[in-house]
Structures are given as C-alpha cells and as structure tokens.
C-alpha cells in the first residue's frame, strides 16, 4: 500500500494547514534593521524569538498578521541558547501552549515560522 493511495498524506498536510490556520495571529515577523525572522507570541505582551535575528539591534519592530506594525523592546537575550524575549505595549493573541510531559521520543513536532 503506498502513502498517497491510503490517503495519509492528504490528512496529515491537511492537519497542518488547520494548526497554521488556527496559529497564525500568534506567529510574527520580526525586524531588527539587522535582520529578519519570525516570532511567536507566548502572552499577551511577549514574543519570543532568535537571538541573532536581534543581537545587534537597536530597535526591533513586529509585524503581525492583520499587517500592524508594532514597535518592540528587548527584555532579555541568550546568545547561547539562540533565544530573545521582545515586548510590546500593544495586545496579541498568545500561542496556544502544549503539554510537553506526555511527549515521547520520535513523536511528530510542528515549527511554525512566517
């Protein structure tokens, strides 16, 4: 039996495009003026993002998707962790968070970026 005849491609890519579908107010983009990426809003005034999208910033902007453009302040940066924690005064949609503690090994995992 392949893959595409039993159908389990088509439900798994459709599965996807539902989680991105339903994430995508809690993914942004972020600019440094350095470099850009992406960041996903953890709480209502938070973004997490990579630390070398930001490490020589100055000022950091996001864009969310309804095409707001937010200023953004840097509350925190590990370089060796390749993390940043951005803030805004501005209201956004958190991401909806997961329980890691049921995950196995070889699990299936999404990343999502813009």
Not at 13 to 38: F, K, L, P
Not at 52 to 57: D, G
């Amino acid at each position: 039996m392949s893959l595409n005849s039993s159908g389990i491609l088509q439900t798994i890519s459709g599965e996807i495009e539902r989680i991105a579908e339903s994430t995508g107010r809690s993914v942004v983009s972020v600019d440094s003026g350095c470099g850009n990426g992406s960041g996903i809003v953890w709480d209502d005034h938070t973004v997490v993002t990579a630390y070398h999208v930001v490490s020589r910033a100055e000022e950091v902007s996001i864009g969310t998707e309804d095409g707001r453009k937010l200023s953004a302040k840097i509350i925190g940066r590990l370089r060796r962790s390749d993390i940043a924690i951005l803030t805004v005064e501005e209201s956004l949609t958190p991401i909806q968070k997961g329980d890691s503690d049921g995950l196995k090994t070889g699990q299936f995992v999404l990343a999502l970026a813009n």
